[in-house]
């Protein structure tokens, strides 16, 4: 057996940086002693700026991979130049980073799910600019909901193309009565953005990799204890209620055989 524990490696802007505040940090809790959840989500990139950056290797066997990107690359051009990268680079930009996950994580087969770039909430970011910039606020949309969705459909057609499965955030977000209370500044998650991110996404985890579903102790539910269950994933030693503590090692050989 791999001494090695399972890697979720989650690759992103802003919504993956501060995603330990809630998704991610809920992630982990589901996954806490089968995966290790490594954030790699960099504040204000785009794709552009993330091709950038050298791909960090993590010793591993088995991992999971989430390519988050789009809130920046699909800011107005004239708006926003700095974060804006046109759909059809964005496009080509994904399917690059994909390729660069399939050549520095090969453990990682096609446990690859894309995530869209989630819905814009005007009055938000309105209300945003006026805090941060009082009398200099354009009182212009630098983002906007429509093309939200157009980087949405783009990020659904590469995982389309490339054959892997797709969260989209952009279209189910927006399903949800009074949506808009996902977000705090129109962009960001608030915590019941958190909240359905984090539902959502291992809701999609157990739909697209089964053999990553966590089964919880349906009499306390916690996530890792010796009635949870995972069928993928190693719980990398025996639970304490396992081990004779007079003959420690059986259950000890029998977990690692």
């Given at each position: 057996m791999?001494?090695?524990?399972?890697?979720?490696?989650?690759?992103?802007?802003?919504?993956?940086?501060?995603?330990?505040?809630g998704?991610?940090?809920?992630?982990?809790?589901?996954?806490?002693?089968?995966a290790?959840?490594?954030?790699?989500?960099?504040?204000?990139?785009?794709?552009?700026?993330?091709?950038?950056?050298?791909?960090?290797?993590?010793?591993?066997?088995?991992?999971?991979?989430t390519i988050?990107?789009?809130?920046?690359?699909?800011s107005l051009?004239?708006?926003?130049?700095?974060?804006?990268?046109?759909?059809?680079?964005?496009?080509?930009?994904?399917?690059?980073?994909?390729?660069?996950?399939?050549?520095?994580?090969?453990?990682c087969?096609?446990?690859?799910?894309?995530?869209?770039?989630?819905?814009?909430?005007?009055?938000?970011?309105?209300?945003?600019?006026?805090?941060k910039?009082?009398?200099?606020?354009?009182?212009?949309?630098?983002?906007?909901?429509?093309?939200?969705?157009?980087?949405?459909?783009?990020?659904k057609?590469?995982?389309?193309?490339?054959?892997?499965?797709?969260?989209?955030?952009?279209?189910?977000?927006?399903?949800?009565?009074?949506?808009?209370?996902?977000?705090?500044?129109?962009?960001?998650?608030?915590?019941?953005?958190?909240?359905?991110?984090?539902?959502?996404?291992?809701?999609?985890?157990?739909?697209?990799?089964?053999?990553?579903?966590?089964?919880?102790?349906?009499?306390?539910g916690?996530?890792?204890?010796?009635?949870?269950?995972?069928?993928?994933?190693?719980?990398?030693?025996?639970?304490?209620?396992?081990?004779?503590?007079?003959?420690?090692?059986?259950?000890?050989?029998?977990?690692?055989?």
């Amino acid at each position: 057996m791999s001494t090695y524990r399972a890697k979720i490696i989650l690759l992103g802007d802003s919504l993956t940086q501060t995603s330990f505040e809630g998704w991610g940090g809920h992630l982990a809790n589901v996954y806490q002693r089968r995966a290790d959840v490594i954030n790699r989500g960099f504040s204000g990139y785009n794709t552009n700026f993330f091709l950038r950056l050298p791909m960090e290797e993590f010793p591993c066997d088995n991992s999971l991979v989430t390519i988050f990107f789009g809130a920046n690359d699909a800011s107005l051009k004239d708006e926003n130049p700095h974060h804006y990268v046109s759909l059809e680079d964005y496009s080509q930009n994904l399917k690059t980073i994909l390729e660069r996950v399939r050549q520095t994580y090969p453990h990682c087969g096609n446990n690859i799910l894309f995530i869209t770039p989630p819905p814009v909430v005007h009055e938000q970011r309105f209300q945003w600019q006026k805090e941060k910039y009082g009398d200099k606020a354009t009182g212009v949309l630098e983002r906007t909901l429509e093309n939200a969705g157009k980087y949405a459909a783009a990020c659904k057609k590469v995982a389309a193309e490339v054959g892997l499965p797709c969260l989209d955030l952009y279209t189910t977000m927006q399903l949800e009565n009074e949506w808009q209370r996902f977000f705090n500044d129109g962009l960001h998650f608030s915590a019941d953005g958190h909240k359905f991110v984090g539902d959502a996404l291992v809701n999609a985890i157990q739909e697209h990799f089964p053999s990553w579903t966590v089964h919880a102790d349906p009499l306390t539910g916690q996530w890792a204890n010796s009635a949870s269950t995972c069928e993928g994933l190693s719980s990398g030693g025996p639970f304490h209620d396992e081990i004779d503590h007079l003959e420690p090692e059986k259950a000890f050989a029998k977990h690692f055989k």
